[in-house]
């Protein structure tokens, strides 16, 4: 069967360089050369662009982001035995491809890419989360990343995008709401990939903003954040009371009722009682 690329079909890669599945990388690969290129095109224009990608594996999303016209792609994968079908992609698509076999947590991309920069990754889901929460707080805003286009479990995704007053509403919805853009653009099921997983899949989209929504310290944003939701339905004066000796009163003054409960509160008073807890030093 022949492909777009010209390239071998990825079930025939995966035979011949002896790719099985490793669970402790997880490894759920998509073989579907269509399904990789739409998810390629939910990151926009790429031909002005950088590309990182996390988990290339035997490179079915890595074609589809070369086809798509990516002006460059590094590709950081863990698993050595994936280099070999890696380098059948660069050999196929000079200059465009560089690949690195290490720990996406341990390199910088700054190093091998130059800007703009999209990120674009089916995350492995034991670093899924890291990574994000990672490119979410930067010691700089805006990021080195201009947007993120990621797949994650469903349930991961959605607690991305969570609105107050939902169960997935928490600090990773405020974390990325607060500077992004962000919004699930694909959900996919078990079916798509090989072998299956045990939960439905989404890809979320993130555009980073130039500034953040509503000011406020990166930090003590974070800290607020973790306090009322490690305890989220606690009434507010008693779950950040640790936070300020007059909570319930500073609570009021920013228009926050000090009865009610972290998940109620959006990203914009989130923000406000931050910047009410800075003032008071
Ligand atoms: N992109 C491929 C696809 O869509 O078919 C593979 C996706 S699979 C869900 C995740 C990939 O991430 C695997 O190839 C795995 O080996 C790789 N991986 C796991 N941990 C990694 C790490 N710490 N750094 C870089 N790659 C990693």
Redesign the pocket.
């Given at each position: 069967m022949s492909t777009i690329d010209g390239l071998p079909p990825l079930r025939e890669v995966i035979a011949t360089h002896g790719l099985s599945a490793?669970k402790a990388?997880?490894?759920?690969?998509?073989?579907d050369l269509n399904l990789?290129a739409k998810i390629a095109r939910q990151a926009g224009d790429l031909t002005a662009c950088d590309v990182l990608?996390?988990?290339?594996?035997?490179?079915?999303?890595?074609r589809g982001l070369l086809a798509e016209g990516a002006r460059h792609v590094l590709a950081?994968?863990?698993?050595a035995r994936?280099m070999a079908p890696l380098a059948e992609i660069a050999a196929r698509y000079p200059g465009r491809l560089e690949v690195l076999n290490?720990?996406?947590?341990a390199i910088d991309p700054l190093a091998h890419l130059t800007p703009p920069i999209k990120v674009v990754?089916?995350?492995?889901?034991?670093?899924g989360t890291e990574l994000l929460v990672r490119w979410l707080t930067p010691v700089q805003w805006p990021p080195f990343w201009q947007s993120l286009t990621l797949?994650f479990q469903r349930e991961v995704a959605e607690r991305i995008v969570a609105q107050p007053g939902s169960k997935a509403y928490g600090r990773l919805a405020i974390l990325a709401q607060w500077r992004c853009d962000a919004r699930i653009v694909m959900g996919l099921p078990p079916e798509a990939f090989t072998p299956p997983p045990k939960v439905r899949s989404a890809v979320v989209h993130l555009t980073a903003l130039p500034e953040p929504r509503f000011a406020a310290s990166a930090a003590t944003l974070q800290r607020l954040t973790a306090t009322a939701f490690q305890q989220r339905r606690k009434m507010l004066r008693a779950s950040l009371k640790g936070l300020h000796p007059e909570i319930g009163p500073l609570l009021e003054s920013v228009g926050i009722k000090p009865t009610s409960r972290a998940e109620e509160i959006d990203v914009e008073h989130f923000c406000a009682l931050a910047r009410a807890l800075d003032a008071e030093g």
């Open positions: 490793k990388l997880g490894q759920n690969f998509l073989l990789t990608e996390v988990g290339p594996g035997p490179g079915g999303l890595t950081v994968e863990k698993d994936a290490a720990d996406a947590l990754a089916n995350l492995p889901y034991n670093i797949m």
